[in-house]
């Protein structure tokens, strides 16, 4: 016998089983107090036990902001920079500060700049990744994302292009550390490993030079625009961290969400003395000022910091966990006493 095919209204009628007609067995949880407010109370439990760990966590982090923009002798550096024609010239300022208790175990340098918007669409889409990657060709041919900051004047172009590479933060630092004696021993920071690993070996590559060296590869490029150095001489103390993966060049590529952030710049290196960490005492920051601010009413900072395995001193996620657990207790408290004086037998409910 041939295939029977409906017709009619019935040719779009489901077929008469248990899942197309929504026959299959279901499950509907009846919410009553006895099982509604005990779920509460364990989740205000929970949320606090885990916002109290995450505090005293954050808490046992030690942290030590400056800003630098004008302290110590850096406010001759402030107002040179104001000036354009003198914007090139190198400046030099030192700043002093103290420890009041010892930073222990691993300590990390970041720079910070406060009311500088990386997150700006078209300043994040200034960039040309295919360059960053070491394509030859986007080197000698930026991308239009880059303009105007894509080739100078007379048509070379910039390697690196775009804004986010123009901008890279450029000041040093050098740190010291005056003992009870009265010596100064000078804090050497690791300057390479400061990155993530996915940027260092798979974002960021030079360009393949065979036999020629990274000033040759680089030849038909200029510096760009606002920098003081070419690509290839940003590390004077290793050749390999030069070019493309020079880590102060990614770490500065990789945009921040807020205008107020902070980059990492180096690590301690546990050494003689430091083998504890940074001991108590003044300290000196020897600083090549470069970086303008006061074309965007931006600020400098400097950090110093431990950290744990929940990260820096941030306070906003316990602060959640404890806000919210405070919340779900106080509704908890609430519906307990509705169901007390109200629900509890079930009589003063039916009215």
Known sequence: ??????????????????????????????LTANTVLPFFYIMAIVCMFLGVWLLLT?????????????????????EKRKNVSLAAEPCSCTVVFSLEQAFKGDVFFY??????HQNLRRYMDSRDDGQMVGRKANLKNPSSYCKPFNKDPKGVPFAPC????NSMFNDSFSLLYHNSSGVKHKVHLLRQGITWYTD????????????LTLPEVFKDTVKPLYWHKTVYELDSLD???NGFINDDLIVWMREAAFPNFKKLYGILNRGKPFEEGLPAGNYTIDINYNFPVQYFRGRKVVVLTTLTWFGGQNH?????????????????????????????DGKNMEE
Do not use: H
């Open 111 to 116: 720079y910070g700049l406060r009311n500088f």
């Open 200 to 211: 260092k070996n798979v974002k960021y590559r030079n360009p393949r030079m065979g036999n």
């Open 239 to 241: 050749p390999t961290n």
């Open 316 to 344: 906003f996620l316990p602060i959640a966990y404890l806000v919210t657990s405070s919340f779900i207790l106080l509704l908890a408290i609430v519906l307990t006493v509705v169901w007390w004086k109200f629900g509890k």
């Open 58 to 78: 954050v808490q046992s982090t030690q942290e030590m902001k400056m800003d630098y923009t004008e302290a110590g002798t850096c406010d001759k550096c402030f």
């Open 162 to 165: 775009g804004a986010v590479a």
């Open 1 to 30: 016998m041939g295939k029977v095919t409906k017709s009619g209204p019935l040719a779009r009628r489901p077929d008469n089983s248990a899942f197309k007609q929504q026959r299959l067995p279901a499950w509907s949880p009846m």
